[in-house]
């Protein structure tokens, strides 16, 4: 079951974090998925689960939540943006006020000294005049703490209630003691020699533009899902038992029911054709350009598109359960998930708080006792260390990046499965390619046949003929090859798996299958010239009548792929299940050394190949796409599943090319390792603005409405860094 909450007090992708972890925790409870944007969370969990304790983890981390029922719009970024143009308005007339009107105008002052007015009432003038325009300005200000500042105080509030300290509470503390300090000046006149209520004020104002922005870059990430979603139609046409077409929404599709499919429309579900026959587009799926032609038995995917003709499918996954919500589920999972080095940034900037509020009492006793300056002056000096100190950058530094390089592979067809994966292409070293279906076609061919004792012509009807039952890759090279044959009247057609298939022809026993089963039936191949191990017999009786060499042709691209992964100093390795010199002469003509490639190695074993490399201290890629390439691609430091492969090697894979195949790999590690270099330059950049603003904003250099723009700023460079991956 789905559970709906919306989430109080985050105003950051670390409360994202807080919260979903928090969730997380609570028995029951499956995944959660926490929206920054819209200040919600979806969780999904077991029956039994409930309501009350979902919230009661949120509050215990420090936020408020309440169940939602129905729909909700009110968005993030749309809160940020009333609370960022109240702020600016009244933030930039508070400045225009403090430079214009602070003082009496100079001709009122002319006026009162040609008229002789007293000193005495002179100063009762300026007096009034100082309050009065104190009293305007604060007015001004109070708005700003009110509604902008809600958020963070809120925030504060509750992380302090829940023992924990955080960004907010740093932005509280310095934008409330610079206000608080100009309110006691107001009404104690003489305290302070001029008012902040300017700077409490682009305090908030300074740190919601980066909020904002932050709501803004998670919007742009969630519209990319939105998309994505809609491709899949919200209503589909059901056929009835009485045939009867009914209009229904797709959500409320169950499996087994049978879908009316028009020429011209998306598919609402994932299916299996039952009726009529024709041309589906899967390329926002698989990326194959050309439309792929569907008949009876055949499989349809939500979000494809039926070309030409009327189609009948029955459901088999609706809604949550369509490959398309799959990938949308995986692309989303990677945007939330958290690169190792993150859990050593959370360490560090929960104690970095701690550090900065200690930093920040010390300046103002400091200051204040040394008698240096007043105290006003040490306040203010301590509210600038609290607000230039916030560990906003450090925390924006990782999901930043993640999310930017997570949304430019899925658009590139690469689906991540989280922000580790990320980390682990920039260690990767070796790549592994399995052959079949990887580096080769993962349709067989038949190559040049060989004849004995028998006409051409019937040898190849016959092979066609005992091959037109079967589903073996190379009974289907076969029928490709001699599917305008007619086909034979065959008695007794058998199956042997794993060896090749046998029937009554006339008088004759007739098999088709490998050289090595049929020597054990005591056929001999003695005349067989073909140098090729890879191929299929066709005998008769006791004789070898046919040969039929199969291939799996190398994919154009492979040696490119192979030649641009060893320039960037990726070590290259074949490995595979062939006989040696089949593997040894792909690994000929892709430039791959012999002692690079590992033959021979049944299924089960590719995972201890990959186990030895990783004993030996090596990071290993490995890309595959069969059944048995599971357990390898579950063992690699780096599973890469490519197109077209196994539902099973897809679910073991920690990336899969979606609607891309292997050529996309060099780039695929060249945004990762990008990636994790944006990472480590967001973290450095943003420890040192730390380590050199802490020390100015002791010093007075710094104002607290300068600290909140230099913030801002670290917060816009970190973004603005993550944002160069869309293009490097």
């Known amino acids: 079951m789905k559970i709906k909450l919306r989430i109080e007090g985050m105003t950051c992708n670390n409360c994202v974090r807080h919260v979903r972890n928090a969730l997380s925790r609570v028995p029951k409870v499956l995944s959660a998925h926490v929206d920054l944007e819209k200040s919600q969370a979806v969780v999904t969990a077991e029956e039994g689960c409930q309501v009350p304790q979902l919230i009661g983890a949120v509050e215990e981390a420090g936020y408020g939540a309440k169940l939602i029922e129905g729909e909700d719009e009110d968005s993030a970024s749309k809160r940020w943006t009333r609370s960022l143009v109240l702020g600016i308005i009244l933030t930039t007339i508070l400045y225009l006020s403090q430079y214009l009107i602070r003082s009496p105008p100079l001709w009122l002052g002319n006026i009162l000294f040609a008229l002789s007015v007293p000193s005495s009432w002179m100063a009762t003038l300026y007096s009034r005049w100082n309050f009065f325009f104190g009293l305007y300005l604060f007015l001004l200000a109070l708005p700003v703490q009110l509604v902008s500042g809600y958020s963070f105080y809120l925030g504060a509030y509750r992380q302090i209630r829940s023992g924990r300290l955080d960004m907010d509470t740093l932005v509280s503390i310095g934008s409330s003691s610079a206000f608080l300090l100009s309110t006691f000046g107001l009404f104690f006149p003489g305290i302070i020699e001029h008012y902040y209520f300017d700077e409490a004020a682009a305090i908030i104002t300074l740190v919601s533009a980066g909020h904002w922005l932050e709501a803004r870059v998670s919007r742009k990430a969630n519209k990319t899902l939105k998309k994505l979603l809609e491709l899949a139609p919200a209503y589909a046409t059901v056929l009835e038992d009485n045939n009867i077409e009914k209009k229904v929404r797709a959500s409320e599709l169950v499996i087994g029911q049978k879908v009316i499919l028009k020429p011209g429309e998306r598919i609402p579900v994932d299916g299996e054709v039952v009726e009529g026959r024709g041309l589906v587009d899967e390329s926002m799926l698989t990326g194959e350009s050309k439309p792929i032609e569907k008949w009876p038995g055949e499989k349809v995917f939500a979000g494809t598109l039926n070309l030409h003709s009327r189609l009948i499918i029955r459901v088999s996954a609706a809604g949550e359960k369509t490959v398309l919500a799959h990938i949308a589920e995986v692309i989303l999972k990677a945007q939330e998930s958290r690169a190792n080095i993150q859990n050593f940034v959370d360490k560090v900037s929960s104690v970095f708080v701690i550090f900065v509020i200690g930093v920040a009492v010390i300046t103002a006793l400091g200051w204040g006792l040394s008698g240096l300056t007043k105290w006003e002056t040490a306040l203010i000096r301590a509210a600038s260390v609290l607000v230039v100190a916030c560990p906003c950058a450090m925390g924006l530094a990782t999901p930043a990046a993640i999310m930017v390089a997570s949304n430019r592979l899925a658009s590139l067809g690469i689906l991540i499965r989280d922000g580790s994966a990320l ?234 090319l979606l609607n891309a195949d292997i050529e996309i790999i060099p780039l695929l590690l060249d945004i990762s390792d990008k990636t994790l270099k944006t990472i480590k330059e967001n973290l450095f950049w943003a420890f040192l603005y730390n380590t050199l603003a802490i020390p100015l904003a002791v010093m007075g250099k710094m104002s607290p409405s300068v600290c909140a723009g230099a913030m801002g700023l670290s917060d816009l460079f970190v973004i603005g860094n993550a944002l160069r991956l869309y293009k490097r």
């Open 423 to 656: 980390e682990k292409c920039g260690k990767i070293k070796e790549v592994i390619f399995d052959k079949t279906g990887t580096l080769t076609q993962p349709k067989l061919t038949v190559e040049n046949p060989e004849y004995f004792f028998i006409d051409p012509l019937v040898a190849d009807t016959l092979a066609y003929s005992l091959a037109s039952s079967s589903l073996h890759p190379a009974s289907r090279a076969i029928i490709e090859r001699f599917k305008d044959l007619p086909r034979l009247n065959l008695k007794d057609w058998q199956e042997k798996p794993g060896l090749g298939i046998q029937a009554l022809y006339q008088d004759f026993t007739v098999r088709l299958g490998s050289l090595s089963w049929l020597r054990s039936l005591g056929i001999k191949t003695c005349d067989l010239q073909s140098s090729s191990s890879s191929g299929v017999g066709l005998a008769m009786n006791d004789k070898l009548i046919a040969y039929y060499p199969i291939a799996a042709p190398i994919k154009p691209t492979a040696k490119q792929v192979i030649e641009k992964l060893s320039a960037k100093g990726y070590t290259v390795y074949i490995l595979s299940g062939d006989k040696r010199e089949i593997a040894l002469q792909l690994g000929l003509q892709l430039g791959i050394a012999p002692e690079r490639v590992i033959a021979e190695v049944r299924p089960e074993e590719k995972a201890n190949v990959i186990r030895s490399f990783q004993q030996q201290g090596r990071s290993v890629a490995f890309i595959g796409d069969g059944i048995n390439d599971g357990p390898a691609l579950a063992q690699a430091d780096l599973g890469i599943a490519v197109l077209n492969a196994s539902d099973i090697a897809k679910e073991s894979a920690d990336i899969v």
